[in-house]
Every structure is written in structure tokens, then in C-alpha cells.
């Protein structure tokens, strides 16, 4: 993010080889794209989606960002990290009631100096309305604004860029799948003979495939790359758990030093094991795992 020098940005992120003895049969090979080190504050895929919109907002002449989210959402931790070091104000509209004290990320996300405002649920269900928007902007003025989880075309461009990082050679990229915006810029950013599948966290996953075209076309102007979903990981769905998807995220970071946020990472690695166990690749295939580091849900709402 050339607009924010101070952050030193880790990239490209580092890449390691995954050695698991459930590979080795396999003769599959795993590597690790850690872009949950980018930054500490503004990680993953957040800091590729938010990377060219800060450049949008600037170029338009806006101070404003404007986001929406839940009461633990990442997206609006990173786009108060991003208001604090680039010189932006930000607000940001949560969705229900306001609770105090606040919880760790939106008590993070004001000392960052966000402002937080509150929709109720039946009206945040029409938070892209133009009624809404417009009052929003009656409010707050004039504002850049940046849709919720951050997924738009310029955050696919920023995501499109994640490939060309990698030295080398592999044949599938695998990512979880919230708004479907990595998945869309992944895809448009890999070679000919490269392929992406994404791990959708929601039950029901499959309709994101509409949104992903299109988040695409609105980059692009076509749906882009070779790539699919896999709908079968959702574990109940968002921000859902299961024993059997706590012992593999208890597992993999007993094997191998890594806690798997388990929102996101967690059940799109349990994917990737499952089907590399299945025998859908070949011998000799080289599949990158991109880590973002995604999720934040307390326990509370985990099951």
C-alpha cells in the first residue's frame, strides 16, 4: 500500500513447505502462502482488498471510509488500522444494537479512531439501498464507501495480485471463501494451466459462485480463470464448529506450530486434506494453501 509507507508491509509473504505425514502417500505437495504476516493489524486478504480502494479513495479526494460489519468483524478492525495510519477518518456501521462495555475488536476498532454507528437488523438487511445509503451520507457527509468484508472490484484487483508472488511452480491454489472477493481476484491472477478452488465458511455456499462472476466482471469485464467451489466443508455454517473440526485445528497446531483460525483457514485446510486424502489430485501436484488468517468469532458464537 504505497499510501501508507509506515506500515512496512511483510511481502511478498513468506511461503513454506507443509511436511505432514498424511502427504505422504499422497504424492502430493503442500505449500503455505502466510499472508496473515503481512501486518499485524491489517492481515491477509484485508490488506490486498483494502490496498487499491485506499488509492481510490485518495485519487476521489475523500477522508472518509465508510464499512460495514458485525460486531466482530475483521473487516472493520482493518479499515480502522487502515484510517489510523493513513490519515483517513473512518466510521463504521454495525450491525444490531450497540453493547457496552464494547467487545475486543470494536474496542479496538474506536482506539483506532473509528467512529461506530448502529443499524438495526431489518435495516441493515438493506444496508446497499439507496435509502440507506442516502441517509448515511446525510449523516456523515461525504464518505468512500467500502462494502462489507470488502470485497469489490478493486479489492479483486488487489487479490488478483496474490499468484505472481509465487516463485514456484504449482498447479492449484486453494482459499476460503466469505464475500468471494479472493476468490474472484486468486482466480483472474493464475496462469493457464493453474487452477483455484474456494472453500465457502457458509452453508449454502454454492450461490456465491453468482458473485463471484460478478465481482469478476466488474474487474475484468468476464468471468476470469479456471476455478471452483467446494461446498461440503461449512461445518453448520458461519462462525459454526464441530468436535471433529476442533481435533484437526488442535492437530495441525501440535504438527506444525500453526493455529488455524477456525472460522475461515481451518475448514478450508480440513478441505484440502479430505480431498488430497480422496485421491481428486494427482501424484506430482503442487497445491499453495493461502493462510489470510481471516475470522475472529468468540466462543460464544462459535456453535
Not at 86 to 96: H, L, S
Not at 151 to 174: R, T, Y
Not at 271 to 291: E, Q, S, Y
Request: charged content about 25%.
Amino acid at each position: 500500500m504505497d499510501e501508507l509507507p509506515s506500515l512496512r508491509p511483510r511481502l511478498p509473504s513468506p511461503v513454506a513447505e507443509l511436511r505432514d505425514d498424511r502427504l505422504n502417500d499422497t504424492g502430493v505437495r503442500v505449500l503455505l502462502k502466510r499472508d496473515d504476516l503481512i501486518h499485524p493489524e491489517i492481515p491477509g486478504n484485508k490488506w490486498r482488498k483494502l490496498k487499491y480502494n485506499v488509492s481510490s479513495a485518495r485519487r476521489l479526494g475523500l477522508d472518509t471510509l465508510l464499512t460495514f460489519g458485525g460486531a466482530y468483524s475483521n473487516h472493520i478492525r482493518a479499515t480502522a488500522a487502515v484510517g489510523y495510519y493513513g490519515g483517513f477518518k473512518t466510521i463504521g456501521v454495525i450491525r444490531g444494537e450497540e453493547h457496552l462495555p464494547l467487545n475486543p475488536s470494536l474496542a479496538y476498532a474506536a482506539a483506532r479512531g473509528m467512529r461506530l454507528t448502529y443499524l438495526d437488523r431489518t435495516t441493515y438487511r438493506a444496508k446497499t439501498s439507496p435509502a440507506v445509503i442516502s441517509a448515511l451520507h446525510r449523516e456523515f457527509g461525504d464518505f468512500y464507501l467500502l462494502p462489507e468484508g470488502g470485497s469489490n472490484k478493486e479489492a479483486v484487483l488487489g487479490c488478483a495480485e496474490i499468484p505472481a508472488e509465487l516463485v514456484e511452480p504449482f498447479d492449484v491454489l486453494f482459499c476460503s471463501v466469505g464475500t468471494g472477493g479472493t476468490l474472484a481476484g486468486v482466480a483472474a491472477g493464475l496462469g493457464e494451466r493453474q487452477s483455484a478452488v474456494g472453500v465457502p465458511v457458509l452453508k449454502g455456499g454454492a450461490f456465491l459462485e453468482a458473485e463471484i462472476v460478478e465481482l469478476q466482471q466488474s474487474a475484468y469485464g468476464s468471468r476470469s480463470g479456471t476455478w471452483r467451489l467446494e461446498c461440503h466443508y461449512h461445518f453448520g455454517g458461519y462462525a459454526k464448529r464441530t468436535t471433529e473440526l476442533d481435533a484437526f485445528v488442535e492437530e495441525f497446531d501440535k504438527k506444525h506450530g500453526l493455529l488455524l483460525d477456525w472460522v475461515y483457514e481451518a475448514k478450508m485446510m480440513y478441505a484440502l486434506f479430505d480431498l488430497v486424502g480422496r485421491g481428486t489430485f494427482a501424484p506430482g501436484t503442487t497445491i499453495v494453501a493461502l493462510i489470510s488468517g481471516s475470522g475472529e468469532v468468540p466462543e460464544e458464537l462459535s456453535r
